[in-house]
């Protein structure tokens, strides 16, 4: 990466993390939701059978969760400043095109970790003990498959142009299936065979898996590998996509 494009792409970081800064409210909106499935599924599931606390496997995947509804949906950021103008503004300016995914992408890594910071805080009352080195190395994984699912969030607003429902509506239709095959809510071990070779196509599955072993301590294992070799994937997927997208934008 040259110098130039480094500069560009501090140059959008910052400009994009300004109005989260400046409106830190939308940060906590958006975990309202999954702070509702916590609140309602947790009391359902039983502990472990060495008496720990189900909050250990259970709020691992929420805080996935609140990545995937939060960077799943940012690219809508995008589609408002290409319907209002403001995009074709950025593409005429001397700005490198890549930059504008790099730099939207990596933003994202700083709501969600400000994110699982007030999930973990939430939960630790309640019972849940994360692995402080784990809890560090997890959010880095997340931080890494987050960047990937921003990138591709934006490609989707840059795909869809003026037509806002076509960007929700491909939205709404891969999160819930994306989420319910990850096995976030509900273990898949029971689940049937054709199910459970759904989610071994689910990269949000091994992420999910990685998590929930770092939170509680285990560093090194397939499952730790699998979830950070899925998100370095999405990431170089996610970027690649994004910058081919930008780079054949047009004002």
Do not use: C
Request: aromatic fraction near 10%; avoid cysteine.
């Amino acid at each position: 990466m040259s110098t130039t494009l480094i500069t560009d792409t501090a140059t959008v970081f910052s400009r994009e993390l300004r109005p989260v800064l400046r409106d830190p409210f939308s940060v906590l909106f958006s975990i309202v939701q999954p702070l509702f499935f916590l609140g309602l599924f947790a009391p359902l599931l039983p502990d472990s059978e060495g008496g720990g606390s189900a909050l250990q496997w259970f709020v691992p995947g929420i805080i996935v969760m609140s990545s995937l509804f939060a960077t799943s949906s940012t690219g809508s950021n995008l589609l408002f400043e290409i319907q209002t103008g403001s995009h074709e503004r950025m593409l005429v300016s001397p700005l490198r095109r890549p930059a504008l995914i790099i730099g939207r992408a990596l933003k994202e890594i700083v709501p969600v970790l400000v994110q699982t910071a007030l999930i973990i805080a939430a939960t630790i009352p309640f019972g849940f003990r994360p692995n402080p080195v784990g809890a560090v190395v997890g959010l880095l994984v997340l931080a890494v498959f987050s960047v990937g699912l921003g990138a591709l969030s934006y490609t989707l607003a840059l795909a869809s142009k003026n037509n806002e429902w076509m960007f929700w509506g491909v939205q709404q239709t891969l999160i819930f299936p994306l989420m319910l095959l990850a096995g976030m809510l509900l273990p898949l071990d029971d689940a049937p065979d054709w199910l459970r070779a759904l989610s071994r196509f689910n990269p949000l599955s091994y992420v999910v898996d990685a998590e929930r072993a770092l939170f509680n301590g285990e560093f090194v294992s397939a499952t730790v590998g699998g979830g950070a070799a899925a998100a370095v994937a999405m990431a170089a997927v996610g970027l690649f996509v994004g910058t081919r997208a930008m780079r054949r934008a047009v004002g």
